[in-house]
């Protein structure tokens, strides 16, 4: 789906009750928020078209979308289970660990090997996520990918 005014997020917030974590993690948030707001594509399924804001919590250990309109209107609310994802985003902080350390002391050749790790675990859970949401949000590989960002974020809050 090509991403257009009406099927894109133009806000994402993160459940802030549950506090910060490292600069690590607060610079991938970051960065992770950056690109989505900057090109997404996301069209819940039976909605009629937005733009759309995204609240993302942790709730009773389930993952929750909460879609609104730029207005405020409620669009749906999505909780998915996290016993999916563990596995991929206990993987995927790990090799962020090494790959944190690794770019203050390690060689280029080093940290491109551990970089190509990490990114083979975060498509699998880009592409779990993606699939989890079938059915319900309809989002291009790239959305899926900033928004397992995200998730992780919350996971390691949590």
């Given at each position: 789906?090509?991403?257009?005014?009406?099927?894109?997020?133009?806000?994402v917030?993160?459940?802030?009750?549950?506090?910060?974590?490292?600069?690590?993690?607060e610079?991938?948030?970051?960065?992770?928020?950056?690109?989505?707001?900057?090109?997404?594509s996301?069209a819940?399924?039976?909605h009629?078209?937005?733009?759309?804001?995204?609240?993302?919590?942790?709730?009773?250990?389930?993952?929750v979308?909460t879609?609104?309109?730029?207005?405020?209107?409620?669009?749906?609310t999505?909780?998915?289970?996290?016993?999916?994802?563990?596995?991929?985003?206990?993987?995927?902080?790990?090799?962020?660990?090494?790959?944190?350390?690794?770019?203050?002391?390690?060689?280029?050749?080093?940290?491109?090997?551990?970089?190509?790790g990490r990114?083979?675990?975060h498509?699998?859970g880009?592409?779990?996520?993606?699939?989890?949401?079938?059915g319900?949000?309809?989002?291009?590989?790239d959305?899926?990918?900033?928004?397992?960002?995200?998730?992780?974020?919350?996971?390691?809050?949590?």
């Amino acid at each position: 789906m090509a991403a257009n005014g009406a099927y894109r997020l133009t806000d994402v917030t993160l459940d802030e009750s549950i506090g910060r974590s490292t600069p690590d993690v607060e610079h991938e948030r970051a960065v992770a928020i950056f690109d989505l707001l900057e090109e997404n594509s996301f069209a819940p399924n039976g909605h009629a078209g937005g733009p759309y804001h995204l609240k993302l919590s942790l709730i009773d250990k389930k993952l929750v979308f909460t879609i609104l309109t730029e207005s405020g209107g409620a669009v749906a609310t999505h909780i998915l289970s996290l016993t999916p994802f563990r596995r991929i985003i206990r993987d995927y902080f790990m090799i962020c660990e090494s790959y944190y350390q690794a770019i203050r002391s390690s060689t280029p050749s080093q940290i491109e090997a551990i970089d190509m790790g990490r990114r083979g675990i975060h498509n699998e859970g880009s592409q779990t996520l993606e699939d989890r949401l079938k059915g319900k949000i309809t989002l291009d590989f790239d959305t899926a990918r900033r928004l397992f960002t995200l998730v992780c974020v919350l996971y390691w809050r949590g």
